[in-house]
């Protein structure tokens, strides 16, 4: 073996290619083959979207245990463990399988130059290959048409919300990108859209292609229940399409109204794969009350109540900042941010700048971080400058000092928010929890 550990592993993924995004099929297709395994023996639902594919998959792999199914997941990136990436029943897989599939990765590779993020895809397969399961659900990293995990055909493709993100890769508007996520899509076979307003982009290729496309809204319904008679809405939902109506379902147990258009997408999923793989409603709902996902409006109780959540561009900031207006807080509101600088920063800093109160600015320790001074400016410009100027600045070398710092100015009745990026929330939850 060329390496005994993990750590080792990862750092050498990270030199063997020259660059650390790569897009395209080729080599991942190559190694693909040279594995056998070009055609893995599990139904593979694949999920693409800029805003929750990580909480679909969630879902989809809480509602498919609770009705007994064998299930593997692989998402990206991870928080804390690279092991988090790679699930066998909802648990993270162990060091041992991820060494050994490597290995055999390496082996079958021999000159190929795989990057970081395909050598994790192909382990992924083969790992959940070797496992037997019943279900694979992976997850896209960038775009959909070129990345990695595309290489396998999916049996249902899953597209969550759209925004503009990745913009060097994908393109600067929603339809381009939309195009680049339609590239999941596979002829005769069933997809799902779980964006309110699909680009026309998605809605063309699926045609082309002759894709049973099912859309939220027109093919399948979500509906609120309403408790009267004060007409306060209740805690419970239904979903239905032409063939099934699911009735007083519990909301999802992540937070944030928009969930309820992620659950309405993975159940369009579960109709479509009804034929082999049958789920009564007892079993969405365990799921949908089971399912848990760090980073996504994770809320740590005390004092000061934490949040983390892992918000990076302006769809998924405008859904933080929504759940921060409906929780009650009687203080003040502490955010720790830092962020990528290929992410449209004005636009995250511009959703949340009317419900933060005193920011934490701190870069990430990667190449990519934005610098300080460009978060900085982003909230001292523009059209937020108004708000922040409202707010108080405070600029620290490193996140996890920014943390300690709002903890230190905190009293009981503030919160603090760490958000921004994988990368931010990474650098202080497990301290947190």
Known sequence: MRFNTLKNWLTWQETLHPVEIDLGLERVSTVLARLKLAHPDFTLIT?????????SVAML??????????????TSPHLLRY??????????????????????????????????????TLAAIDILHCAGVDVAILEVGLGGRLDAVNVLDADVALITAIDVDHVDWLGSDRE???????????????????DPKPPASLLATAESLGVPLSLLGKDFIVERLVEKPDGQKADRWSWSNSQHRFEGLPL?????????????????????????????????????????????????????????????????????????LCQDCQGRTF??????????????????????????????PVPRSAPVARLQAALLAGPVKTSASNASIDVFDDVAVAYQAALAASTAEDRIVVTGSFYTVAAVLDEAV
């Open 61 to 74: 792999e809480a509602i498919l245990l609770a009705a007994g199914y064998r299930v593997g997941s692989y």
């Open 47 to 55: 999920v693409a979207g800029t805003n929750g594919k990580g909480s």
């Open 176 to 194: 381009t990108i939309a195009r680049e996520k339609a590239g999941i899509l596979r002829t005769g076979r069933p997809a799902v859209c779980a």
């Open 252 to 324: 999802p147990a992540l937070s944030g109204d928009f969930q309820l258009y992620n659950a309405a997408g993975v159940l369009a999923v579960v109709s479509f794969l009804r034929a082999d793989f049958p789920v009564a409603a007892a079993a969405i709902a365990q799921g949908l009350q089971s399912v848990s996902l760090p980073g996504r409006f994770q809320i740590i109780p005390g004092v000061p109540l934490q949040i983390f959540d892992v918000a990076h561009n302006a769809q998924s900031a405008q859904a933080l900042a929504n759940n921060l």
């Open 335 to 364: 955010a720790v941010l830092g962020m990528l600088g290929d992410k449209d920063i004005d636009s995250v800093v511009a959703q949340l700048c009317s419900v933060v109160d005193h920011w934490y600015l701190a870069p990430l």
């Open 83 to 120: 092991n988090e990436r790679i699930k066998l029943a909802g648990k993270p897989v162990d060091d041992a399988m991820l060494c050994a599939s490597f290995e055999r990765i390496d082996q079958a590779r021999k000159d190929v130059r795989l990057t970081y993020f395909e050598f994790g």
